[in-house]
């Protein structure tokens, strides 16, 4: 793994097992990208976190999940409804848009977002979800 | 160039099938190209499960997430509502597969 991935995926878990519980981390690699999938409890909260990262290119999805409903989901996946938002129209020159959003009550409401990190998600975790 | 130590006895026995260099490099490619070929055989079988899943390659389902609204919301209703952890996974396996391919026709051509 890239001594700096693996330096950020360090400090993930880190920063994880001091704000929430019931953490568990895993990591894959390959020889060009490294994967990192994170779970844990936040009052009744389960997050979900799945992370990929090159040298290059972090493609990333946070989730808040309360039973099974969607509380806030963070990602940067090529959605339709993101891509409109951002371009204004979807279609093929659109297909490999990796457009940072948000998703809230259980994916009613989608809005664009700058790329976050897991540290920022944390913060907008701690911020704005109720750790009941 | 990395040097390593190895057990004596093994190199004894290296020893009497020829150049123990030689014994030893051919050793660790077969190594080598074993963990690939199981590193393959396990992403290869994530991402046919995901295929299965949503009844479509990798390739695929990212085009027509990103292209058909029609498509993503039938995904998410009757599918799977956080498709975008799956999609993570997914890529992981997809492009993981390319990764390791290439690396190990890399040691194959060698």
Known sequence: MDPKIAEYFARITEEANALLSDVVVTTDTTPDRSLLRLTASYGSCRIVVKEIMTVDERHYSYYILRGSSIEAGFDNSPDPEAIRLRYGRIGGEYERSYVPHLHTENKRRLQLTDKIDFFSFLEWLTKNVPRT | M??????????????????????????????????????????RQQAEMYAAKYQCDYTTFV?????????????????????????????????????????LQSILLE
Do not use: C, P
Request: charged letters at 30%; glycine letters at 4%; aromatic letters at 10%.
């Open chain 2, 63 to 103: 085009k027509r997430m990103a292209t058909d609204e029609t498509f993503a919301k039938k995904i998410e209703s009757d599918v799977e509502a956080t498709w975008e952890l799956d999609l993570i996974e997914w890529e992981f396996s997809h492009k993981g597969i390319e990764d390791w391919t290439q690396k």
């Open chain 2, 2 to 43: 990395m040097t390593i130590t190895i057990d004596q006895k093994y190199a004894d026995l290296l020893g009497t099938f020829g150049n123990v260099q030689d014994a030893f490099d051919l050793a660790i490619q077969r190594y080598t190209i074993e963990q690939i070929t199981a590193k393959i055989a396990t992403l």
